[in-house]
């Protein structure tokens, strides 16, 4: 987990801490901790409070060098419940500015930005997420995300309801934030065909 989190850029994340004053109230269970919480649930797969806080009871001597201290279920909840999210997703923008810092460009000729629009059908449990309704027993959300071929990343993303056609996104008068870059050539799927645009 050190070696992990080596990638993440602690000054900067500290910094959006005191922005978004997110450890205001907090006795010790900082932003940062929290973060190397969810990293250690991400990829041990413990999907359930209860299940993140057996796992790392058992492992507690090994997280004394991270500065991180047993962690009880109604502490984790809380801080999932008022922390800002926003902490976390501009740390996402800052580890994309850095992994375009040194990605290759794409391998084509042409110089203008290649962008893919493409998504991602994300189950749900209906029972649980009642307003994300797809089918008459299913939950699901959709998330569209333009593709970069440079550096093979993704410039942006947006969730919708899972019923939602790229196109319709792309093409959207809602306010989604769904910019494409002008003179990027943009491919996406309709109807098991292909078509490309360029935007202006």
């Known amino acids: ?3 992990l989190l080596k990638i993440f ?6 910094k959006l801490e005191n922005q978004h004053q997110s450890n205001r109230y907090t006795k010790y269970y900082t932003g940062w901790q929290q973060l190397i919480t969810l990293l250690f649930a ?5 999907d359930s409070l209860r299940g993140i806080e057996t796992s790392l009871g058992v492992h507690s001597p090994k997280w004394y060098h991270l500065g991180l201290k047993d962690i009880k279920q109604s502490t984790l909840s ?3 419940k008022n922390r800002p999210h926003e902490i976390y997703e501009g740390l996402f923008y800052k580890l994309l500015d850095k992994c375009r810092s040194v990605t290759p460009h794409h391998p084509f000729r042409f110089k203008n930005p290649l962008m893919s629009l493409d998504a991602t059908v994300i189950d749900l449990c209906l029972s649980v997420f009642p307003w994300a309704q797809f089918r008459q027993r299913k939950g699901a959300i959709k998330l569209h995300y333009l593709y970069d071929h440079s550096g093979s990343l993704p410039a942006f993303m947006v969730m919708t309801d899972a019923k939602r056609h790229d196109v319709r996104v792309a093409k959207s008068e809602e306010k989604l934030d769904f910019h494409l870059l002008p003179d990027s050539i943009n491919r996406y799927e309709i109807s098991r065909s292909v078509a490309t645009r360029k935007s202006n």
């Open 42 to 46: 991400q990829i041990g797969g413990h």
């Open 78 to 80: 809380d801080a999932m």
């Open 9 to 14: 850029p602690r000054y900067e994340f500290e």
């Open 1 to 3: 987990m050190g070696e």
